[in-house]
């Protein structure tokens, strides 16, 4: 790499951290942390979304976690030497000022270390800004040439280059940075931006340098998944992209990292784990309730690709436990692959326009005619809330061919809702039920679509009118992320719905029986044990009942428990289903009955560093098996959540439409094609 390109690199990382600045200073202002000082080192302000929020409190408290193991390990003891903080790459960040206000820094100092222009653009904003020139008290200001950007007593700000190792080693100790006390290093989203070979220098150095001290490290890991692609792709884009993924791409191998560069102790893991193990119950009810929030597999899957670590050495840090053993967040990996199960885009113009969108609905209209609507996705050219139909058609035995319909008529239109649920009534009707505009705003109302065509037998002839199905009122449609299943009871068509959530309640657990025939609301005995409630799972028709799997729960965790609403001669039983191997807890994905086994396909889970495929449950033995999807043959990434699956049994073919969701701040994914599962491995096998 050229001195251009490196310094061209150099300022696209640079810009990373003023957007990181902003983001925390959004923090801050909606009470997720305490810190008045980020806004008065940044200048300007920006209102992040409630994922950004969650993504950056959720780093912010497992840096501060560490920090406080540290300062609590090397300060306590009567006579112990003044404790270090070195923060590399600081870039604009308030830790300095947050533990002087906290009188955390009677028996430790602060040194800071990053680019040069970053460096003095944050020493001449303290100068600036009196509030924070209280804090630090007397201090000394370098030329504009100067390696010490600042310094007082307990504080000082170094403008230096990682990568120039022999430089960084020379100022540091000339700032006074002492290597036999005891010192903390953080590294926050920085190793990353580094060459390999950069990377590890500085590892191995700061092992070599340091006798008694503690290494944490913040960044991205797992490239190779969906979410890992459109993570790396959007750093790309950034001209800062991720290095060293590759090599190490998981939280074991960045331990082995760092215990063979030196370090005689190390621990990692997924923010997932941490936001669970080392955060008190009651702290995360606060923060899942501090804004609306509706985003829970990115969420989920940010954690996922994040992680913190602790490396230490010395014997006064090696007993620090920064990281104590936990079980309330046990790894639970499915069973070992029986097989594949081969994925393909369906041949003809089979996305047409307008199925590019997540949290949409799809049912099979007629063999052959699949109706998609709903949803968020691209429209006309912008991100939207989709108020288009997408019509499906198979035009010979292995093409399809889509296209787009409006509603028809002055009546009722569709209102662009998300989240709900279309069942099919008959070949030209379906009813949609539930469903939300906004996370604060339910689609009320049950609505009616009716399919008639103008002229000929073309699919592209059909019309849809919607209309409105009794009160808009009625809140028992006030929910979203639900499911229904059509049931019988007494000869008699029902239309089951059950969980989802809504605005006042997170998770749901009750249930609702829609009489198809008057569409009434009746009550219908149901007796055994309540299942707990859950929204994002999946439910499907089965012998007359419904089979509900998975889900998420009241505390915001994937569940793995399957029920069977079981026909009974006075109404329906809850059977839970006992399933060996145990499966890992998932949500967002998609189910199916086929010749009595339950197909749950893709999803979302936080329990295991594999990436859901499709498990197979026989629903006459509970046996579970896994089967891992073969992507070679479809366009990379592939995004198996928020997406809906019509099963077309005659074929022995999964046809998964739609899918993708709002990737953090790398930009919203939507998966680009529909794709065909060919399940016809699976009959072969078992």
């Known amino acids: 790499m050229g001195p251009r390109s490196r310094e061209r690199r150099a300022g696209a990382v640079q810009s990373t951290n003023d957007s990181s600045a902003l983001s925390k200073t959004s923090l801050a202002a909606r009470g997720y942390v305490h810190d008045t000082f980020a806004a008065l080192l940044v200048p300007g302000t920006a209102r992040r979304a409630p994922l950004i929020h969650r993504g950056y409190y959720v780093r912010a408290r497992a840096v501060w976690h560490c920090v406080r193991a540290f300062l609590k390990g090397t300060c ?10 070195l923060s590399l790459g600081a870039g604009s960040d308030s830790l300095y000022f947050r533990l002087k206000t906290a009188g955390r820094l009677t028996r430790a100092a602060v040194w800071e270390v990053d680019f040069p222009d970053v ?4 020493a001449q904003r303290i100068r600036d800004t009196p509030e924070l020139c209280a804090l630090t008290g007397p201090f000394q200001s370098g030329d504009s040439g100067y390696t010490l950007c600042f310094e007082s007593s307990d504080y000082r700000i170094l403008g230096l280059d990682l990568r120039q190792l022999q430089r960084l080693d020379h100022a540091l100790a000339t700032a006074g940075l002492d290597a036999a006390a005891p010192t903390l290093l953080l590294a926050e989203a920085v190793l990353t931006y580094l060459e390999p070979d950069d990377a590890a220098a500085l590892i191995a150095w700061a092992a070599q340098r340091f006798s008694n001290a503690l290494f944490v490290v913040y960044e991205q890991m797992r490239p190779r998944d969906a979410f890992g692609e459109f993570m790396q792709q959007h750093f790309r884009q950034l001209n800062s992209p991720l290095h060293g993924l590759d090599r190490f791409p998981d939280a074991e191998a960045q331990q082995q990292r760092f215990l063979q560069a030196g370090w005689t102790a190390c621990r990692a893991m997924d923010m997932n784990e941490f936001y669970r193990c080392f955060l008190p119950a009651e702290e995360r009810r606060r923060v899942e309730n501090l804004e609306t929030f509706d985003e ?13 670590l602790a490396a230490s050495q010395g014997d006064a840090l090696s007993q620090t436990l920064v990281f104590p053993p936990s079980e309330t967040f046990p790894r639970i990996d499915p069973a070992s692959p029986s097989g594949d199960v081969p994925a393909s885009v369906v041949t003809g113009n089979s996305q047409g326009p307008d199925l590019k969108r997540y949290g949409h609905a799809s049912v099979l209209l007629s063999p052959g005619l699949i ?5 968020f996705g691209e429209q006309e050219g912008r991100h939207c809330r989709v108020r288009k139909f997408h019509l499906l058609s198979r035009y010979c035995d292995f093409e399809w061919k889509g296209n787009q319909l409006c509603s028809w008529g002055t009546g009722a239109q569709w209102d662009g809702r998300l989240y709900h649920t279309m069942t099919r009534l008959s070949d030209t009707q379906v009813l949609v039920l539930g469903g939300r505009l906004s996370p604060v705003t339910p689609a009320l109302g049950i609505l009616q679509l009716l399919f008639w065509k103008s002229e000929g037998n073309n699919p592209e002839d059909l019309n849809v009118t919607v209309t409105n199905v009794g009160p808009e009122e009625d809140s028992t449609l006030s929910r979203w992320r639900h499911s229904t299943t059509e049931v019988s009871y007494e000869n008699q068509r029902y239309l089951f719905v059950y969980g989802g959530r809504s605005v006042a309640e997170p998770v749901l657990s009750d249930w609702h029986f829609l009489h198809v025939g008057t569409m009434a609301w009746v009550r219908i005995p149901v007796e055994g044990e309540v299942p707990e409630g859950r929204h994002s799972h999946s439910a499907c028709s089965c012998q007359g009942g419904a089979l ?3 889900g998420l729960g009241a505390s915001e965790e994937p569940l ?17 289903i006992a399933i060996q191997p145990p499966i890992t807890p998932r949500y967002s994905h998609t189910a199916h009955v086929v010749n009595g086994k339950l197909l749950l396909v893709g999803g979302v889970w936080i329990h295991s560093s594999s990436v859901p495929g499709v498990t197979v449950i026989d629903l006459s033995t509970g046996l579970s ?15 198996l959540h928020n997406h809906t699956s019509i099963l077309l049994p005659e074929e022995q073919q999964l046809l998964l439409l739609g899918g993708g969701g709002n990737c953090f701040s790398f930009g919203t994914y939507f998966n680009p094609c529909t794709v065909t599962l060919d399940l016809s491995s699976l009959s072969a096998r078992q």
């Open 119 to 122: 460096a003095q653009r944050k």
């Open 625 to 639: 098996f896994e089967y891992q999807i073969d992507t070679t043959c479809v366009p990379w990434p592939l995004m």
């Open 560 to 576: 793995s428990s399957v029920y069977f609403l079981k026909p009974i001669s006075c109404g329906f039983i809850w059977e839970s």
């Open 76 to 85: 306590a003891a009567p006579g112990a030497p003044r404790a270090q903080i």
């Open 296 to 308: 829970f597999e990115e969420w989920h899957l940010k954690c996922a690709h994040y992680f913190i």
């Open 371 to 375: 109706l998609s609507a709903g949803g």
């Open 548 to 550: 509900i799997a998975g």
